[in-house]
């Protein structure tokens, strides 16, 4: 998980609420990066930033938000539009995305429950 | 658009045996190819790479891969596996130009038992 953190470890949602993830890295990546993992279908691209202040849509962007104000830090919320939030949530960052191959290196996750 | 199969839902091996989990890929031009391994309930680690050259790479814990460029395929293999290589692997691939989003194999379990 190197220098990576999310928070929290478990996070538990009631219909209708918005929460944020956090997600730290201490790596001076440039990019980051945040995915659903949903079991037996591998990992969806949510939202990425390649630099502080910009950041675009992934494959699956309804329903969730991000801002990228510093470098070490890309929260993501998820909000009450994202009909289906149950899932576990990886937060991944990179050196510089347009310089290839560059490797993602990934956080521990955050498993996201709706009650 | 760039996309990975990974065959195998699972893989059961006994502990010493050789194991491999197969992936192949789709991608425009030429493909950087990642394995990552993920423990239950914690994130993906990174294992090898192949970005160009020697078709074997090595990386962390006794693990290679082999790129196949005819077969389209990056085979994850370790020639006796242990207990504790019980884990779900993950293929991705990328182009080596433009799009530099990963796409993501469905993942394999792999079960090793004593």
């Known amino acids: 998980d190197g220098g990576i953190t999310q928070s929290p470890k478990y996070l538990f949602r009631k219909e209708g609420q918005n929460v944020t993830l956090s997600c730290e890295q201490n790596?001076?990546?440039?990019?980051m990066y945040w995915y659903r993992q949903d079991p037996g279908q591998g990992l969806r691209l949510i939202y990425y930033s390649q630099i502080v202040n910009d950041f675009q849509k992934g494959d699956i962007a309804e329903g969730y938000s991000v801002s990228r104000e510093k470098k070490e830090s890309f929260p993501l919320t998820v909000t009450s539009a994202q009909k289906n939030p149950t899932a576990f949530y990886l937060c991944?960052?990179?050196?510089?995305?347009?310089?290839?191959?560059?490797?993602?290196?990934f956080g521990p996750g955050t498993r996201l429950t709706v009650l | 658009a760039q996309s990975v199969a990974q065959p195998e839902d699972q893989v059961n091996v006994a502990e010493g045996n050789p194991l491999t989990v197969k992936c192949t890929y789709s991608?425009?031009?030429?493909?950087?190819l990642f394995w990552y391994v993920q423990y239950p309930n914690r994130g993906l680690q990174f294992l090898l790479k192949y970005i160009t050259g020697d078709n074997l790479v090595k990386g962390s814990y006794g693990f290679e891969a082999e790129f196949n460029k005819s077969q389209t395929s990056f085979h994850l293999k370790k020639p006796s596996a242990l207990v504790s290589d019980s884990a779900l692997y993950f293929c991705a691939v990328r182009p080596s130009r433009g799009d530099y989003k990963l796409s993501f194999g469905a993942g394999t379990t792999v079960t090793v038992r004593a």
């Open positions: 991608v425009s031009g030429n493909p950087y």
């Open positions: 991944a960052s990179s050196i510089d995305s347009s310089v290839p191959p560059d490797t993602q290196y």
């Open positions: 790596l001076n990546h440039d990019a």
